[in-house]
């Protein structure tokens, strides 16, 4: 790879990052997670977090459900039923 094509990808990612932290403070600040009272240190922390992963929170509703409900993946699900099929032949 060249120099000029390992740098538009970086610029890429840059710019992607600087757009999913403005598109996130955007969101929080509309479901008032975020207001004016919050320092912004506190703020762009939350923000900076929530851009990596999208999820608000961790709790067992917002969760993953296999960690909290011991539900099976749509993998899991898709290989039981045709386990289950072969079965029946």
Not at 13 to 20: A, G, I
Not at 67 to 81: D, G
Request: net charge positive; hydrophobic share 25%.
């Amino acid at each position: 790879m060249s120099n000029e094509q390992e740098k538009s990808k970086r610029q890429r990612r840059f710019l992607e990052k600087e757009t999913n932290v403005k598109r996130w403070n955007k969101k929080l600040r509309s479901n008032n997670w975020i207001d004016d009272t919050t320092p912004p240190d506190v703020a762009n922390k939350n923000i900076k977090r929530h851009v990596n992963h999208g999820k608000l929170c961790s709790c067992w509703m917002c969760g993953n459900p296999r960690k909290y409900h011991n539900e099976l993946t749509m993998q899991e699900i898709k290989f039981k039923l045709k386990e289950d099929d072969y079965e029946g032949i």
